[in-house]
C-alpha cells in the first residue's frame, strides 16, 4: 500500500529557504502527480505545485516566484524548497500524490 | 485573482440530506474544472472524497455524492451520520493550476 513520509525542518527564521521532503514507500513513483498543499493554522487549504516524475512543474502562481520542487526517481522523494520565508507562510505543509494521499503533514513555523 | 467560493458554514440534522456547493468568479463550474471534494476533521489530514465531478474513491461512503448543480459544483450527503461533521473544501483545476475553495464547516447537529 502506498504511503508517504514527509520531513523537513519545522522553525525557520525570516528570510530563511524551506526544504521539505517526502518519500514514497510501497508503490510506483512513476505516472503519478506529486504535490505540496499547505494550510496556515485555523485557515484553509492552498495548493502550492505539483511535479511528475520526469520533473515537469505547475506551481501557484502567487508562489511561483519563491518555489522550485524536485523529484529524485532513484529514491522515490520529491522536494519542496520555498525561500524568503516569512510569518505569513507559516502553515502545515502536506504532500500529496494526485490529491487521493495525503503525508501527515509538517508544521512549518517562520519566527524571529 | 480567481476566487472559489463555499458555504461557510451549513447545520444538518442526522439522518437528514445536505447539499454543499462550489462556484467560480470567472463563471460556470464545468466537468473540465475537474472538481474535487475532500473533507478535513480537526487534526487530522484531508481526505478525497470525490474527483472529476462525481466519481468516488473506493472509501468514499456511498452516502457522498457529486454533481453539477447550476452553474456550480456539488457535494450531497444523504443520510447524514455524526461523524460526518468536518471542514469540507472544493478544488477546481484552471489550466495547470488549481485553486481551492474556502471550506465549508459543516455541523451535524
Known amino acids: 500500500q502506498l504511503q508517504l513520509q514527509q520531513w523537513g525542518a519545522g522553525l525557520l527564521k525570516p528570510s530563511e529557504t524551506l526544504s521539505l521532503t517526502c518519500a514514497v514507500y510501497g508503490g510506483s513513483f512513476s505516472t503519478h502527480y506529486w504535490g505540496w498543499i499547505r494550510q496556515p493554522p485555523g485557515e484553509g487549504l492552498e495548493w502550492i505545485g505539483d511535479i511528475n516524475q520526469k520533473g515537469a512543474t505547475n506551481y501557484n502562481p502567487s508562489l511561483k516566484s519563491r518555489v522550485a520542487m524536485s523529484v529524485d526517481t532513484s529514491k522515490n522523494h520529491f522536494s519542496l524548497k520555498l525561500t524568503s520565508m516569512t510569518a505569513a507562510d507559516t502553515a502545515v505543509y502536506y504532500c500529496v500524490k494526485n490529491f487521493d494521499l495525503w503525508g501527515r503533514g509538517t508544521l512549518v513555523t517562520v519566527s524571529s | 485573482q480567481t476566487v472559489v467560493t463555499q458555504e461557510p458554514s451549513l447545520t444538518v440534522s442526522p439522518g437528514g440530506t445536505v447539499t454543499l456547493t462550489c462556484a467560480s468568479s470567472t463563471g460556470a463550474v464545468t466537468s473540465s474544472y475537474d472538481p474535487n471534494w475532500f473533507q478535513q476533521k480537526p487534526g487530522q489530514a484531508p481526505r478525497a472524497l470525490i474527483y472529476?465531478?462525481?466519481n468516488k474513491y473506493s472509501w468514499t461512503p456511498a452516502r457522498f455524492s457529486g454533481s453539477l448543480l447550476g452553474d456550480k459544483a456539488a457535494l450531497t450527503l444523504s443520510g447524514v451520520q455524526p461523524e460526518d461533521e468536518a471542514e469540507y473544501y472544493c478544488l477546481l483545476f484552471y489550466g495547470g493550476g488549481w485553486v481551492f475553495g474556502g471550506g465549508t464547516k459543516l455541523t451535524v447537529l
Open positions: 472529476n465531478t462525481n
